[in-house]
């Protein structure tokens, strides 16, 4: 048995179930959107799951968190904007 070294049931662990959980939802959106109908939905799922997730890796002090999903989100946020002022 091996034990578990992030932490469980105080801020961090909510945060990183309800930011995976949004991110689940935006892929399933993606896979299934053929003609786009979803995308805003997608992205701003996504959004909010790539902060959640570098919000975590804040609290952590985990740096490959924070630069995977700081990116993430930056590149989420850029593709809401585009598509939110191109409607």
Do not use: Q
């Not at 990183?16 to 949004?22: D, I, N, Q, T």
């Amino acid at each position: 048995m091996v034990n578990k070294v992030t932490p469980k049931h105080d801020l961090s662990w909510y945060i990183k179930w309800v930011s995976s959980f949004l991110i689940l939802i935006a892929i399933c959106l993606r896979s299934g959107d053929i003609e786009g109908v979803f995308k805003i939905y997608d992205l701003s799922l996504s959004l909010t799951g790539t902060l959640g997730w570098c919000s975590v890796g804040l609290l952590w002090h985990d740096r490959s968190l924070i630069v995977l999903n700081g990116a993430a989100s930056m590149a989420l946020a850029i593709g809401l904007i585009k598509l939110i002022t191109t409607v």
